[in-house]
């Protein structure tokens, strides 16, 4: 790109890029912007070359000359403008700017970005930067000057490793819900005897502990689970379908190679860019979905999956006893005040009820009977309310400290609802809430 007469200048400036055919042919280079104004000369391209790590789309070459008289903030406001451009269309586009600043720093207007030339280019001062957003992706060279230039040429050597070769795959275990392995274990749970649990022993926190322990046995008897290995630079829309079609074109390409007929390898690639044009547009619609959903949760999920958005794994607070003695002392405190608050209101109550009563009874002067109070009636939780309350539970949700998911107590819960109601009911009986459904125990003080 030469320059225009909308530069003001009459000579020097001027930018080009140079492209290997080998690399990338003249097919898949595409002219994104030319600027040419008194601050700023761009040229921007996109290049698909022959071979590009799976985590980029393509490569977006910015090459920039920003005269020496210029207004540098004017000069990287414009630029900023024009990145802040390509990455939010081309988000999977590797990104680099290259060129003569002369005094800018682009990492004023981008501070994300990494600058790779670490050598004076021309006499002790560095003019000509490398920009891109990944750390240690090159490392410069200084080279002999072409023809009568008074810049050093500078030779960027790839230092960048791929994402599939800086991070191991990550293997989990998924378990499979068909209508046939919830069957099966709904089946298995109608079969339990709970009352064998119930007569084995007196303590809620034992009797809680065998039957979460033996629902986590039937489930992991009768649910199949399967490994599942993601790979760190997969994509978000990859799903089955994918996987399949591609393992079908490569068992084509394969017997195409030996059979010399490789109609049958055209017709799987076909089949694998059909596949790969549904799955981006259902991960479309599922986006759109979530956005025009009520609630909070589903804009933010959303946004995460936007931006690969990964959230630091959380994991459980350790603490030393003295935490515990302070959180004992700290609410011992509250509930002695209120102790004896109620008890001074209670004393205050029966002296004036007791001077009101000639013969002492609350109540007696207007003919109504002592009973038993609101607080001194025993909470009882019902077996229905209870199954209602499975019947809604969040799938989605994570499993409490009791190891039992979500999934088993909606999709069983007619099953489950009888012995949960006993437990919570004894639970509240005897005023003992069971180990199994704390993740820690504070021991008071005596």
């Known amino acids: 790109m030469d320059r225009m007469a909308d530069s003001g200048k009459s000579r020097g400036g001027g930018v080009c890029v140079m492209v290997n055919n080998s690399w990338c042919n003249n097919a898949n280079v595409v002219t994104l912007t030319r600027s040419c104004s008194p601050n700023l000369e761009l040229l921007a391209l996109k290049l698909r070359p022959f071979y590009l790590p799976r985590e980029f789309t393509s490569v977006i070459i910015n090459t920039v000359y920003i005269p020496p008289q210029a207004n540098m903030d004017t000069a990287l406001c414009e630029l900023h403008e024009a990145l802040t451009q390509f990455q939010t269309q081309h988000q999977d586009a590797a990104l680099i700017v290259v060129g003569d600043f002369n005094s800018a720093n682009l990492k004023r ?99 809680t502990e065998v039957v979460v322990g033996f629902i986590g046995k039937l489930v ?42 490789m109609d049958e390898y055209k017709s799987a690639a076909y089949n694998v860019r059909r596949a790969v044009r ?69 004393n205050a109550n029966g002296a004036s009820a007791n001077s009101a009563s000639p013969n002492g009874t609350i109540g007696a ?33 994570a499993m409490g400290p009791d190891g039992i998911c979500g999934r088993v107590l909606k999709a069983c819960a007619d099953q489950l609802a009888p012995v949960f109601t006993d437990i919570f009911n004894l639970s509240l009986t005897l005023g003992i809430v069971p180990s199994s459904f704390k993740r820690s125990t504070i021991v008071p003080v005596p």
């Open 220 to 261: 992991d008897d009768t649910i199949p689970r399967i490994t599942i290995k993601k790979f760190s630079n997969q994509k978000p829309w990859v799903d089955r379908t994918i996987c399949e079609a591609l393992n079908s074109r490569t068992a084509a390409y394969n017997a195409g190679i030996i059979s010399g007929n």
């Open 278 to 346: 549904e799955a981006k547009w259902h991960y479309g619609k599922k986006l759109e979905t979530q956005f025009q959903q009520s609630g909070s949760r589903s804009p933010w999920q959303g946004l995460w999956m936007i931006t690969d958005y990964r959230s630091p794994p959380s994991g459980l607070m350790s603490a030393d006893e003295s935490l515990a003695n302070e959180l004992n002392i700290f609410f011992a405190h509250f509930e002695a005040t209120s102790s004896s608050a109620n008890a001074n209101s209670a």
């Open 109 to 207: 207007a981008v501070p994300n970005l990494y600058q790779h030339v670490t050598f004076p280019t021309r006499g002790n001062r560095t003019l000509d930067h490398c920009y891109t957003p990944y750390k240690d992706s090159y490392k410069a060279l200084a080279h002999p000057p072409f023809g009568k230039s008074d810049h050093a040429a500078i030779f960027l050597l790839p230092k960048y490793k791929q994402r599939l070769k800086r991070e191991a795959p990550v293997q989990r275990e998924v378990a499979r819900w068909t209508d046939q392995s919830v069957a099966a274990l709904q089946d298995a749970l109608d079969d339990a005897d709970w009352d064998m649990f119930r007569h084995s022993t007196d303590d809620v926190s034992e009797f």
């Open 365 to 397: 002067a207007n003919g109504t009977c002592a009973g038993p109070t609101i607080e001194q009636r025993p909470l009882i939780i019902m077996e229905s309310d209870l199954r209602r309350v499975f019947k809604r539970v969040n799938t989605r949700k």
